[in-house]
C-alpha cells in the first residue's frame, strides 16, 4: 500500500478526512449564515465561498467561469458540473494541502486565508448536501433479507423468487431525509397488537419497535432522459458520491400495512445521512467484488469481472438515554448482491428518468453473525432475545437512545477515507389531535 500523502496542515491519524478523502458538504457558522459549500479536512472545514472569493482557485482555471457553485445552498449546481470537474477540483484541493504543495501562496503561506477559510468542524452546522428530487431505497442486502425472511417466512420460502434476479426497491420519501444531528420523533400509526388473533383488527399507537437500518447511499450527478435508460457500462458517470444512511424503521407500523404495496408510514417518517458526500474517485482504490450470485441475471444486469463495490468499514454504537454506550454491530459494505450501477441500470431499465440529486439507499447492510447484522430486528430476532448495552437491555429503540452509524476505508494511519457520523436521537412520540 503506498504511504499516506502529507499535508503541512496538523491533520490526526485517524481521522476520517484524511487529505486522502476532500469530501464534500454545505455548512453555515457565525462568519457566513447562509448554506454554503465546504469540505471536510482534518478537524477543519475548508469554507469554498470564501476561499474562492479569496482567489483560492488561482491555479486551477477550469473551474473559475463556474466558481458561483460554491456559493449555492446545495451541492447540485457542482454535482451537475459532471465527473472530470469534481475530480479537478478534488486533486487541486488536495495538492493545495500538500506538504510539498506547488501553490504555496493561495493558503499554506497566506495565514490571513487560513483564518478566514478553515473553520474548526465543531463550529459549523451542517445541512442536507443535495437537494433531493427523489429517493429510492433498494434491499440488496443477501443476508438481511434472508434473515428477515427466515423470521417471517421460515427458510424455505425466505427468499423471493424474484430477489436475485433484481435489486429490489420502493420509492421512498425524499421530503423526510435529514442530516446527522437531526432529532428523531417516534412516529405513530396502525398496529397490530396480536398478530396471532383471529380477527385483525389494528389499534391506533405509538410505534413500539423503532429500529435502525445501516445502509449506504448513492447521490447521483447526472440525468437521462425519460424513454431512455442508463447502461452498466455508463452507470459511474452518474454517481456523485456516497453517505451513510440510516433508513429508521417502524417494524411493527410496517408488518400490519406492507401487504400488498411495501412500505409505507413504517419508512416515511425519517432517514438519516452522514454530512459530507465522499465522491466516488476517493473510493476508487478501495473497488472491490460484492458477494456471489448463484443466478444468471438478465444481460442489463450483468457486471461482469467489474468490481463496483467498495470496501468499506462499517460499525453501529448505540447509546442509551441513561448514557450507557456499545458498539453493537460491525460489518463490510461487500455484504451487498447488486452494486449501485446495477441499481441505477435497474431503475432506469423501463425509461425512469433519473435527476442531479437523486438518493438510492442500498438496502440494510448485514453480514452472518449476529454481531455483523444492521438492524435490531435481526440481532433480537423480532425482540426475542434482547442485546445489552453495556447492561442495559435494548429489543428496539427507547425514547432517549442515540444511534450513530461510522464507516471508513484504508489505513488508520494517515490515510483514512471515512464518512463521519451518522447520528439521531430518538424523542417521545407527540400526542395527536382528533
Known amino acids: ?249 417502524a417494524r411493527d407500523i410496517q408488518a400490519w400495512e406492507y401487504v400488498p404495496l411495501g412500505p409505507f408510514n413504517a419508512k416515511n417518517f425519517a432517514s438519516t445521512i452522514s454530512p459530507w458526500v465522499v465522491l466516488t474517485e476517493a473510493l476508487e482504490p478501495f473497488k472491490t467484488s460484492g458477494m456471489a450470485n448463484d443466478v444468471e441475471t438478465l444481460p442489463y444486469l450483468q457486471e461482469g469481472q467489474a468490481k463496483n463495490f467498495y470496501d468499506i468499514n462499517l460499525q453501529v454504537d448505540l447509546t442509551t438515554g441513561s448514557g450507557k454506550s456499545s458498539t453493537i454491530g460491525k460489518v463490510s459494505a461487500t455484504n451487498l448482491l447488486f452494486s449501485f450501477h446495477q441499481m441505477l441500470a435497474h431503475h432506469s431499465i423501463g425509461g425512469c428518468p433519473m435527476n442531479v440529486g437523486d438518493l438510492l439507499g442500498s438496502g440494510t447492510i448485514s453480514g452472518k453473525e449476529v454481531n455483523e447484522r444492521g438492524a435490531l430486528l435481526e440481532q433480537t430476532d423480532n425482540g426475542k432475545n434482547p442485546i445489552s448495552v453495556d447492561g442495559e437491555k435494548r429489543s428496539f429503540l427507547e425514547d432517549g437512545d442515540s444511534v450513530t452509524l461510522r464507516g471508513y476505508c484504508g489505513d488508520q494511519d494517515g490515510g483514512l477515507v471515512g464518512f463521519g457520523d451518522c447520528e439521531g436521537t430518538i424523542l417521545e412520540a407527540v400526542q395527536l389531535k382528533f
Open 1 to 249: 500500500m503506498a504511504s499516506p500523502l502529507k499535508s503541512w496542515l496538523s491533520i490526526p491519524p485517524r481521522s476520517p478526512f484524511s487529505i486522502a478523502n476532500i469530501p464534500f458538504g454545505i455548512i453555515t457558522h457565525a462568519k457566513s449564515p447562509d448554506p454554503h459549500t465546504a469540505v471536510a479536512i482534518g478537524e477543519y472545514a475548508l469554507d469554498l465561498d470564501i476561499f474562492t472569493a479569496q482567489n483560492g482557485f488561482s491555479g486551477l482555471s477550469i473551474i473559475q467561469p463556474h466558481q458561483t457553485v460554491f456559493s449555492s445552498p446545495t451541492l447540485n449546481d457542482f454535482a451537475a458540473l459532471g465527473k472530470p470537474m469534481h475530480s479537478a477540483v478534488r486533486k487541486y484541493i488536495q495538492s493545495v494541502f500538500l506538504e510539498s504543495t506547488p501553490f504555496p501562496k493561495v493558503l499554506k503561506d497566506n495565514k490571513k486565508l487560513q483564518e478566514e477559510a478553515l473553520i474548526p468542524l465543531k463550529d459549523v452546522k451542517n445541512h442536507v448536501p443535495m437537494q433531493i428530487g427523489d429517493y429510492t431505497d433498494f434491499y440488496a442486502g443477501l443476508n438481511h433479507a434472508y434473515n428477515v425472511g427466515v423470521m417471517f417466512r421460515g427458510p424455505a420460502n425466505a427468499l423471493q423468487p424474484n430477489y436475485k434476479h433484481l435489486p429490489v426497491g420502493y420509492h421512498g420519501r425524499a421530503s423526510s431525509v435529514v442530516v446527522s444531528g437531526t432529532p428523531i420523533r417516534r412516529p405513530n400509526g396502525q398496529i397490530l397488537e396480536n398478530p396471532a388473533a383471529e380477527k385483525k383488527v389494528p389499534v391506533f399507537s405509538k410505534c413500539k419497535k423503532l429500529d435502525i437500518e445501516l445502509e449506504l447511499g448513492a447521490f447521483l450527478c447526472k440525468g437521462n432522459e425519460m424513454g431512455h435508460n442508463v447502461p452498466l457500462s455508463e452507470a459511474e458517470d452518474y454517481i456523485f458520491g456516497l453517505v451513510l444512511l440510516n433508513d429508521w424503521s
